[in-house]
């Protein structure tokens, strides 16, 4: 069974631009994460979906938004971009909300 | 608030030469604990979950246990190749949320 894939895994943008970053879920996982990884602050919740719906969103400013469609797979927006944006970001896929949460390679963003 | 801290920040090990890594949290209900494993540039691999005191996990030459306040996890006679950070999360009771709070890892290296 294939993984989660993250797409693109790398993009280099520039400050107050924005990005769309895509996760596809391993085949019949329902719930997708999504995390920030950076060196200083470590794993960080973004948000949850399942069913289309955001369930549950960690404390980052509303520059950050998602959404989820029927087939699962699951896309993140970050606009306005800062250089404090740059991190690793990780989508995670589940079959249910509170199972174990499998990961993608991630996706490197570099703002400049 | 809930927290979750790993020690110690890094490990050296001589190839065979067994330790134990430390996951301590302090969490309102732990619905479950989970052990990954990160490789440079990569996401987190899943290696454990444990829901209960008491409960223990083997995988290979990696064991997990858990208290109520901690969990261990057990490298026996670890080879270059377990080289690598090692990150807890814990999920917490708080609606169907499926919310991982992480960590900032133990990094491990295993020398020849």
């Known amino acids: 069974k294939a993984g989660v894939t993250q797409t693109p895994r790398y993009l280099i943008k520039t400050r107050g631009q924005q990005v769309t970053l895509s996760c596809s879920p391993i085949?019949?996982?329902?719930?997708v994460s999504w995390y920030q990884q950076t060196p200083g602050q470590g794993l960080q919740f973004l948000f949850e979906?399942?069913?289309?719906?955001?369930?549950n969103k960690g404390n980052f400013p509303g520059r950050f938004s998602g959404r989820q469609f029927s087939n699962s797979r699951s896309e993140m927006n970050v606009s306005t971009l800062e250089l404090g944006d740059s991190a690793l970001y990780l989508c995670?896929?589940?079959?249910?909300?509170?199972?174990?949460?499998?990961f993608g390679p991630g996706t490197r963003l570099t703002v400049l | 608030e809930d927290q979750v801290t790993q020690s110690p920040e890094a490990l050296r090990l001589q190839e065979g030469e067994s330790s134990s890594l430390n996951c301590s949290y302090t969490?309102?209900?732990?619905?479950?604990l989970f052990w990954y494993r990160q490789d440079p540039g990569k996401g987190p691999e899943f290696l454990f979950t444990?829901?209960?005191a008491g409960e223990e996990k083997e995988k290979e030459r990696l064991k997990a246990t858990l208290t109520k306040k901690e969990s261990f996890l057990h490298i026996t006679a670890p080879k270059p190749e377990d080289s690598a950070t090692y990150l807890c999360a814990v999920q917490v009771y708080g609606g169907a949320t499926n919310k991982l709070i992480f960590g900032t890892g133990t990094l491990l290296a295993v020398q020849p």
């Open positions: 995670a896929s589940s079959l249910e909300p509170t199972d174990t949460q499998y």
């Open positions: 979906y399942f069913s289309e719906t955001q369930r």
């Open positions: 444990l829901y209960s």
């Open positions: 085949s019949g996982h329902r719930s």
């Open positions: 969490v309102s209900g732990l619905r479950g």
